[in-house]
């Protein structure tokens, strides 16, 4: 059927509007908000919605035009539903569902995660279960296995700090500033990765997650550092921390390959655009002679792309979300 959908993303900090047809990506927009928040070292909630109501009009008409789709061939509309700061998702699928309602098309509420979960359907349209999944982010650090479509078993998760939360508070301590993930992936680059060793956690655990220690290790290591001169250079800290993030990342996810005998390998969310993770994970997979599917970095992060692609999906099987369903901040992806 390959529906045409235009979808948002307003989950955060990022106003994403796209037009997909099936998985193939029509257009994709975005209106960043990184200079809102950098002087604050997070995302203020309140900003975040005001700075939403105020792009989305223009981005619809932006992601319409590139796409060069009337609002009448369209077949239906996608927003994120949850999880997510309230006031942001409540811009987004507000007025995601008032132009479905006026249009009288079919509206899709989508869970943000099913949309990372689905990324790689964008570039891959092979892409299809059974898969093991891995999803992290700034607020999730999730292991799903997926026998098929629809059906999410979340095998492990963070039972503290997700992985982008980490890489984000970390940064701040150090001084690095706003988003702190990439910027710890750039320093890492010229670092020595075994500078300082850095704890794993839950190594007893195969698929759950835990960085507050790692949080509290860095912290730690770092102060006492600076009080006897003896702190490594920058770039050691930051590359040392992060391949102590990306080791748990990649050896919870083949944990899940070994035991579900998945022989593709996705992932998703904004961590999953760091260069030692993916190098890593392409190195694993192809050791084990698995199938490995990331998006490009820019449809790991948030877009509205991929809650298109999860849109199309829902729309092709019938579930559509009723008028009366509100956003879910809360929302859980799965069983």
């Given at each position: 059927m390959n529906p045409l959908i235009l979808a948002y993303e307003t989950s955060c900090d990022e106003t994403a509007?796209?037009?997909?047809?099936?998985?193939?990506?029509m257009s994709n927009v975005l209106a960043s908000q990184v200079?809102?928040?950098a002087r604050f070292g997070g995302v203020v909630p309140e900003i975040a919605a005001r700075a939403h109501v105020e792009s989305i009009r223009s981005l619809t008409?932006?992601?319409?035009?590139?796409?060069?789709?009337?609002?009448?061939?369209?077949?239906g509309v996608a927003a994120t539903q949850g999880p997510g700061l309230v006031g942001a998702l409540l811009v987004g699928f507000s007025f995601a569902k008032a132009i479905a309602w006026a249009r009288e098309l079919p509206f899709v509420g989508v869970d943000h995660m099913e949309g990372h979960l689905m990324a790689p359907r964008l570039q891959h349209a092979d892409f299809e279960p059974p898969a093991v999944v891995v999803l992290a982010s700034g607020g999730h650090s999730q292991i799903v296995?997926?026998?098929?479509?629809?059906?999410?078993?979340v095998l492990g998760q963070t039972i503290d700090d997700a992985a982008g939360e980490a890489f984000d508070k970390l940064a701040r301590f150090m001084g690095l500033g706003y988003p702190g993930g990439p910027e710890i992936d750039r320093l890492a680059a010229s670092g020595d990765p075994e500078a300082v060793k850095f704890p794993r956690a839950l190594a007893d655990r195969r698929y759950d997650f835990s960085f507050s220690g790692l949080k509290t290790s860095v912290v730690t290591f770092i102060e006492k550092a600076r009080q006897s001169g003896t702190l490594p250079p920058i770039e050691d800290v930051a590359a040392s921390l992060q391949e102590a993030i990306v080791d748990v990342?990649?050896?919870?996810?083949?944990?899940?390959?070994?035991?579900?005998g998945a022989t593709t390998v996705a992932g998703g969310g904004g961590v999953l655009a760091n260069r030692r993770l993916r190098e890593k994970m392409a190195a694993e997979a192809n050791r084990r002679g698995v199938r490995l599917l990331l998006p490009d970095p820019i449809l790991c992060t948030d877009n509205a792309a991929m809650?298109?692609?999860a849109g199309a999906f829902h729309l092709e099987r019938g579930d559509y979300s009723a008028w009366s369903e509100s956003v879910d901040p809360a929302m859980k992806l799965g069983r």
């Open positions: 509007v796209a037009v997909v047809r099936g998985s193939e990506i200079e809102l928040h008409h932006r992601a319409l035009t590139e796409a060069g789709v009337h609002p009448d061939q369209l077949d296995h997926v026998p098929r479509w629809g059906d999410y078993q990342l990649v050896a919870k996810t083949f944990n899940a390959v070994e035991d579900t809650i298109g692609v």
